[in-house]
């Protein structure tokens, strides 16, 4: 009875692997030893959800390892352990390893089950559990004060909205006495239906700065470590991205007008994302508003209640997180500002190539991941007669193309900063950094069986 | 006459959970705001009783109006350099009022659209025997998971607080 249970043995291990960084000070090797250990565990992790296939609802129904939730758990796992391998390599500015490693861990547990999730209880301590760690890696560096204004800011906006979303859940709990996703039963509830599933749906609009919700973002990524940002920014978004894909297929079809809503949402997230993006200086100002914008195409999917549209959003997050991730800490290894970057190429070809890459890939070019993801994207968007959005979905995108390829024009033909000290070599840094430039082609080579595994029509 | 009753406690309590609120929000001197939050906790409380949840009552006694409270009085007590420190100048903010109003307003609307089809309630409220038991049983997976999110947030805090050489 219990072997269905080894379904989950992918977020046992990730836990397990937490508790291990977090006594890391036990193991040979201390520091260092504990990152290289959370990285294999996490690599482990993420096999084992690939290879871990699919079940119906379990747990009294509270958690469903589907389709999507298998892609997004393999996905969070493996950027974990790229973080963590990273990490191992080049270690936290001014701060140990084992508790950013420890409390990533724990973020990727909450992030995998949240990804499961088809109860608004299971939601709501999942989504806790994968933005509380959060919180601490922004405000990692302990003496210093602007940081930890930043995280302190970001705390007090992530709980306020994480409260409106449980305001929001009692009044769905209300209506139809239940908790289960598939018991919400909002049918004729009218207006209060409405105001629920809205209010639910702030909280997640905010952890993953969707336009109006978006304010926390720049600020709290600006104050914070690149290399906190790089997880932060990437990691929890995919686990929301597959909560929300769950939670609208359960509501959509009980409360009208929630297309409009996510429209709405996703075409200011894209235009102010992406316009805000163009005058930026600072590399983590500049990837929290791409951040935003991407928020917005992804939404663009989430919108028409098709499976195809959950199957392309879930895909472009995980084609959109590796790139960004790869991008961030490459700014904390050569420095947050733009000029820090200039004559990269003559430095680090390999690493600037490979930001090239990462970049392209954002802009949507093929054939790489972003361009099968935005293709999916879009085409589930236009399918459902949202032609308007999917006009300004490709607008915005030659604007984003605009400061991304200033990052690379920098990148080639800037100006050596100076006075910089030669980085030191850290092969296993390097490696994470190598891996993430041939995911992020390999992704979109395996484009077409990925997203027929997560029943997207192809054609 | 249990109606009336009823009526009226809920309405005592109900009045005394938004004045602390309101004194909370309103009081130039955190000490007092930490002492009207406590008010208020205590009356949430016995809307719960009123309810027929007793141990929802305590441990909302317990945890919020007890530990909760005398913890952010520990936590001003041990900020504090001064005393002077503790008086702060309240913020108004229309638009902050606006909003407050235009919130308090769609929530009265919507809740005053759906009338009074509120979902089928139990005989009898379940007892605390019956809570455990589901907390343990159905609600285990929830339940350990919340242990995970105090684990990190007692690591969050060590990692704060500790000064240590590296």
Not at chain 1, 330 to 359: F, I, N, Y
Request: aromatic share 10%; proline share 4%.
């Amino acid at each position: 009875m219990l072997s269905g249970y080894w379904i989950f043995a992918p977020e046992v291990l990730i836990v397990a692997g937490a508790f291990i960084a977090l006594f890391g000070d036990l193991l040979p090797g201390r520091d260092r030893t504990a990152a290289y250990v959370g990285a294999a565990v996490a690599a482990l992790a993420a096999v084992l959800a690939a290879a871990g296939g699919t079940a119906g609802p379990m747990v009294f129904g509270q958690v469903e390892p589907d389709e999507i939730a298998r892609f997004a758990r393999t996905g969070i796992a493996a950027l974990t352990a790229l973080w963590a391998l990273w990490v191992a390599g080049r270690g936290m500015p001014d701060e140990r390893r084992r508790d950013a490693v420890a409390l990533a861990m724990f973020a990727a547990g909450g992030g995998m089950l949240l990804t499961m999730a088809e109860d608004l209880i299971v939601m709501y301590i999942a989504l806790e559990l994968s933005t509380m760690p959060a919180y601490v890696l922004m405000g990692y560096r302990r003496r210093d004060v602007p940081g930890l204004e930043g995280a302190l800011k970001y705390f007090l906006l992530a709980m306020l909205t994480s409260i409106i979303m449980l305001y929001g859940m009692s009044f769905l709990y209300g209506i139809s006495g239940s908790t289960s996703f598939a018991e919400l039963a909002l049918e004729g509830s009218g207006m209060l239906g409405v105001l629920g599933v809205m209010l639910t749906l702030v909280g997640l609009f905010a952890k993953m700065s969707a336009a109006p919700f978006h304010y926390w973002a720049p600020d709290a990524y600006a104050g914070a470590p690149a290399v906190s940002v790089a997880f932060v920014s990437t990691v929890p978004k995919i686990a929301g991205i597959a909560v929300m894909a769950r939670l609208l297929h359960a509501v959509a079809g009980d409360v009208g007008g929630l297309v409009t809503i996510m429209a709405v949402v996703a075409a200011a997230s894209m235009l102010l994302g992406n316009l805000a993006a163009l005058p930026q200086s600072d590399l983590r100002r500049l990837m929290a508003y791409s951040g935003v914008a991407h928020t917005g195409y992804l939404f663009m999917a989430l919108a028409p209640d098709t499976s195809a549209g959950y199957g392309a959003a879930v895909f472009y997050t995980v084609a959109y997180a590796v790139p960004s991730m790869a991008i961030m800490l490459v700014a904390a290894e050569e420095g947050s500002d733009l000029t820090d970057l200039g004559k990269l190429a003559s430095r680090r070809p390999l690493a600037a190539w490979s930001m090239v890459v990462w970049l392209v890939s954002l802009i949507g070019i093929p054939p790489l991941a972003g361009f099968f993801g935005k293709l999916y994207l879009f085409g589930s968007a236009l399918s459902a007669g949202l032609v308007w959005l999917v006009v300004l979905g490709v607008l915005t995108s030659v604007v984003s193309a605009g400061y991304y390829f200033r990052v690379v024009r920098e990148m080639f033909f800037g100006d050596e900063p100076a006075g910089i000290a030669a980085l030191e070599p850290a092969p296993t840094a390097s490696l994470a950094l190598a891996i993430a430039a041939i995911a992020t082609v390999a992704i979109g080579v395996g484009a077409s069986p990925l997203l027929a595994a997560l029943g997207v029509a192809l054609g | 006459m249990t109606e009336t009753v009823n009526g009226i406690a809920f309405a005592i309590l109900a009045g005394a959970a938004i004045l602390g609120a309101v004194g909370m929000l309103t009081t130039r001197n955190v000490i007092h705001a930490a002492f009207w939050l406590l008010e208020s906790m205590i009356a949430v409380g016995g809307l719960f009783l009123l309810l027929q949840a007793e141990y929802l009552a305590v441990v909302h006694v317990l945890v919020y109006a007890g530990a909760v409270s005398v913890l952010m009085l520990f936590v001003i007590m041990l900020t504090l350099r001064r005393r002077e420190d503790s008086v702060r100048p309240v913020e108004v903010s229309v638009a902050g009022a606006v909003m407050a109003l235009v919130f308090g307003g769609l929530v009265f609307a919507a809740i005053a659209s759906y009338g009074d089809r509120v979902a089928e309630m139990p005989e009898t409220a379940p007892d605390t025997a019956a809570l455990g038991e589901l907390l343990f049983s159905r609600w285990a997976l929830p339940f350990e998971v919340a242990s995970l999110v105090l684990l990190v947030a007692l690591v969050a805090a060590v990692w704060w607080s500790r000064e240590e050489k590296r």
